[in-house]
Structure formats: C-alpha cells, structure tokens
Nanobody, 115 residues
Framework: QVRLVESGGGLVQPGGSLRLSCAAS????????AGWYRQAPGKERGLVAT???????NYVDSVQGRFTISRDNAKNTVYLQMNSLKPEDTAVYYC?????????WGQGIQVTVSS
C-alpha cells in the first residue's frame, strides 16, 4: 500500500520555524514531482510550494522567501522548511507526490502559529 506520511507539525510562536517532512513508502516508483498544500479553517485547500523531478521549485507569493521546499531522493522524502512563521500560516498542511502515473496525498498535519 502506497503511503505518504507527514511529520513535523505542531504549535510554534510567531517568528518561529518548523520543518515538515513527507515520507513516501510502498511504491516501486520514486517521487517524481511533489507539492505542499494547506487548508485553513473555513477556507479551501491551496498550493504552498512545488518541486519538480529536477529540483525546480515554485512558491505561492505569501510564503516566498520564508518557506523552502526540498527533497531527498535517497529517502524518497520531501521537506518544507518554514521560517518566520505568521499566525496566518496556521492550517492543516498536506503533501502530494506523483509516483509512476499516480498522484498520492498524505493525511495532513496541523501547524498552529500562535503566542
């Protein structure tokens, strides 16, 4: 069974940092492209950042310069380093990954930015 498991979320004060991890398992394919999305209460899920197979990255304007998406191909894992966190970054964060011809989603992880 293919799984994407997120970790690293939690409660952090404004201005703090967190690093989210998204580890893939159960697939005979490696992660091709991947992305992080987030959904705040009462809002739709939206894109945060993406990374392609060759390492090219893209960010939504609101996180540009604060968040960094990266990947470790040997571990089949994608990361989201989040710095200078703001209360408006509070949301459930989801990763997705293209492996083979299929797109998979993680179960989501809560990030809360509050003093």
């Amino acid at each position: 069974q293919v799984r994407l498991v997120e970790s690293g979320g939690g409660l952090v004060q404004p201005g703090g940092s967190l690093r989210l991890s998204c580890a893939a398992s159960g697939s005979r394919f490696s992660i091709n492209a991947a992305g992080w999305y987030r959904q705040a209460p009462g809002k739709e899920r939206g894109l945060v950042a993406t990374i392609t197979n060759d390492g090219s990255t893209n960010y939504v304007d609101s996180v540009q310069g604060r968040f960094t998406i990266s990947r470790d191909n040997a571990k089949n894992t994608v990361y989201l380093q989040m710095n200078s966190l703001k209360p408006e970054d509070t949301a459930v964060y989801y990763c997705n990954a293209l492996m083979g011809l299929n797109l998979y989603w993680g179960q989501g992880i809560q990030v809360t930015v509050s003093s």
